[in-house]
């Protein structure tokens, strides 16, 4: 045990261990919610988990000790600059005789700068490209950093294009000195032009060496927006740049360390963040918290919770002297960061990082004005760099989620419900015939308001009601995000919305009504809006036959919608379907033929696959299965998607074993992440089924982690 400069005790905490030699420079995703993800990324002194920051630190002054920050706050990896111990003879020499984790006296992971923010500072550096790399390398850094060509937003174009033209030129002989045991950084410059960042993104992310190409992308040039608070071009630049970068390596925002910042980066697809605020901010009495900046000043009392100041009082930090004030005031600022980066981890876990997003956008005007304007791209993308990166955001979010989904002002904005929106106008489709056996187009739209769900309770004989006097009814449900087919009733989160009681008593004007419709392919289709009223005490003989046609049309048009499935094929898998039904009269387990293909899931109301239903699903393909830089069908009902493995991943995956990361071949790329896929071989064989952990284009690039999460293995029983 040891005392900290706050008189805290700390646990000794032990020295990672380093990766296996055949993982060095593999990054892997663990977790994910959109763009944002839980990675790590593997190196020789341990595996730097994402999303995290890299605190700078000092070599000739360190305000908190880096051995303090591996034990006390669990700081995995730093940053320092190799350039200031280059230039120092005796940390020079220090670093070459010991190494870098003995100068900082450091177990983890040491990544270093090479000058390049200083050329911006000062105007140049004395040191070549080659020379810096090769003496990161042999201080032994874990990531060093290329010399690049900084990029200031105030440089003409022309210039701009020079800095990034010249930084690929570095990149080659960058990667050779680099050698097989230091990864490298490969920073992408470009200004404020969207398309010179792309640009340089596609150069940086195809750069190979003799072993590797680089291992993290920062994103450089972006200081100068911070300190002007210019957040709506700091997240353009963001994604601008990831729309090129390949997805297997972190994406670094260099220089950027504000809490306040971290949740909507993180949610765009940022992984690492780097600063000294923790300590510039302490030197100058400013404490960080995840909504802003708090002078020191005159507080009386401590407006949040702070494990480092408990005990003291504003009044007593501010008689310290200088150098204990900073320090007190700089650890204080660590924890605030490290916490709020756990919060940002677990909302990834819990799958609501935009809307921790969505709150810390009020704690500043200027951060308010870039999420609005982000609100404006996830609306109408636009069809530069910025749209594709949007577009891939809103389609790697799995579309539904379990638990509560809070209202509020930006709901319909959130990247899943903008997805799950968008599957349901482009794949639902009304049916082909009615209860009544008749085929004939539909008669009229009956929109079912002013009540909350569970509607197969509080709406169920309403809906039944109007389909008895006009079976060409297509019976909606209101929602406070738009209205929905009531066989989509249970699908979270429209039915998981939570808020004030009155939110399900909206009535919506025509023309909101109108467009809605018009959406759903139902524009000019008369409108019948219903309240629903207590069912009568006989039911009509007609209940039992139009109940269990709106069972089929909801299994029907869930394949439909969550797995692209043509209606008119999943209507011939459920010919004759029978269902059993839970005690909250919810279908439960779903046969056709004698035989249970799915299950219906209570939690978010989407289906899980049976191994039967599989085969069935997949007996319904007839394109050759996906491979990778084959383009595949553009078709709306493309069928379930699948993923293709190699023949030596066949026996382990056909056995329930997860398909893993560099033995696939090919994904469909209507893959939706979280819903039902097939595992296939080269010859569209059934191997396994399960749930999509990775996009097609990561599938592509990962080397490592789980791609396909499989439910169960067709070989299981073979011996």
């Known amino acids: 045990m040891t005392t900290t400069p706050c008189n805290r005790a700390v646990t000794a905490r032990p020295d990672p261990e380093p990766c296996r030699e055949q993982d060095l420079g593999l990054f892997e995703v663990t977790q994910r919610d959109g763009a944002a ?14 999303p995290m920051l890299l605190p700078v630190v000092n070599p000739n002054l360190r305000t908190i000790e880096p051995r303090e920050m591996w034990e006390r706050y669990g700081v995995d990896a730093l940053i320092t600059n190799s350039y200031i111990i280059w230039k120092h003879d005796d940390l020079r020499e220090q670093s070459l005789a010991d190494g870098i984790h003995s100068l900082l006296d450091f177990p983890g992971i040491v990544v270093t700068d090479s000058g390049t923010f200083q050329s911006y500072i000062y105007g140049d550096v004395e040191v070549g490209t080659e020379e810096i790399v090769a003496f990161q390398r042999d201080i032994g850094v874990d990531i060093g950093t290329m010399l690049d060509v900084f990029g200031r937003p105030d440089m003409s174009r022309e210039e701009l294009e020079q800095a990034v033209e010249e930084t690929a030129v570095r990149a080659a002989p960058s990667l050779a000195e680099a050698g097989e045991a230091t990864l490298l950084n490969g920073p992408v410059q470009g200004g404020l032009h969207h398309d010179l960042r792309a640009q340089a993104s596609g150069l940086m992310g ?94 009386e009392e401590w407006p949040f919770s702070s494990n480092t100041l408990y005990g003291t009082t504003p009044e007593q930090v501010r008689s310290m002297d200088d150098e204990k004030r900073s ?82 002002e930006d709901i319909e ?104 419709l018009g959406d759903l392919g139902l524009g000019d289709l008369p409108v019948t809006r219903a309240t629903p009223s207590p069912p009568p005490e006989t039911l009509p003989d007609q209940t039992g036959a139009v109940r269990k046609w709106l069972d089929r049309c909801s299994i029907v048009d869930k394949l439909a919608l969550l797995c692209a499935v043509n209606p008119l094929e999943a209507c011939k898998l459920t010919e004759g379907m029978s269902a059993r039904r839970s005690r909250t009269d919810r279908m439960v387990n779903v046969h056709s033929d004698g035989a249970h293909i799915l299950s219906p899931r209570l939690t978010d109301g989407g289906i899980s696959l049976t191994l039967e239903g599989a085969r069935r699903l997949n007996e319904l393909h007839r394109a050759a299965p996906p491979e990778f830089g084959v383009d595949g069908t553009d078709e709306v009902f493309a069928g379930v998607p699948r993923v293709c493995i190699i023949d030596d991943a066949i026996p382990f995956v056909g056995k329930g074993r997860n398909v893993i990361q560099g033995y696939v071949s090919g994904a469909d790329p209507h893959l939706t992440l979280g819903q039902p896929c097939l595992v296939v071989d080269a010859r569209g064989q059934l191997v396994a089924h399960g749930t999509p952990l990775a996009t097609p284009l990561e599938m592509a690039f990962l080397h490592k982690g789980i791609a396909v999460k499989v439910r169960d293995g067709a070989m299981k029983d073979a011996k």
């Open 327 to 408: 320090t007190i005031l700089a650890h204080h600022n660590l924890e605030v960061t490290q916490t709020e980066l756990a919060r940002c981890r677990e909302a990834i876990r819990s799958g609501t990082i935009w809307q921790l997003a969505e709150q810390r956008s009020h704690s500043s005007p200027q951060l308010r004005e870039a999420f609005v304007w982000l609100q404006d791209q996830m609306d109408n993308p636009d069809d530069g760099p910025i749209g594709e990166s949007v577009l891939r955001l809103i389609a790697s979010c799995d579309p539904l989620r379990d638990g509560g989904e809070p209202l509020g």
């Open 206 to 299: 195809g750069a190979e060496g003799v072993h590797r190409g680089f291992s993290v992308h920062p994103i450089g040039g972006i200081v100068p927006l911070m300190e002007q608070q210019r957040y709506r071009e700091l997240f353009a630049i963001l994604l601008a740049s990831r729309s090129s970068l390949p997805p297997d390596r972190p994406v670094h925002l260099f220089g950027c360390g504000h809490p306040i910042l971290f949740p909507m980066a993180i949610a765009l697809g940022a992984d690492l963040f780097d600063s000294a605020a923790y300590a510039l901010f302490a030197r100058d009495d400013r404490l960080l918290t995840p909504n802003g900046t708090v002078k020191l000043g005159n507080l």
């Open 37 to 50: 993800r839980i990675g790590r990324l593997h190196t020789r002194h341990g595996a730097l988990t994402t």
């Open 413 to 516: 904005f959130r990247p899943h419900i903008l997805h799950l929106q968008a599957l349901l106008a482009t794949r639902w489709k009304y049916p082909g015939s009615w209860w009544d056996s008749s085929t004939e187009p539909p008669m009229r739209v009956v929109l079912i308001e002013g009540v909350s769900p569970p509607w197969r309770s509080s709406a169920l004989h309403t809906a039944i009601q109007h389909l008895i006097e006009e079976p060409r009814s297509i019976i909606l449900v209101s929602t406070p995000i738009g209205p929905i087919p009531f066989t989509l009733e249970d699908v979270s989160p429209w039915c998981h919305l939570t808020g004030p009681n009155d939110m399900w008593l909206g009535i919506y004007d025509d023309d909101e009504i109108g467009e809605s």
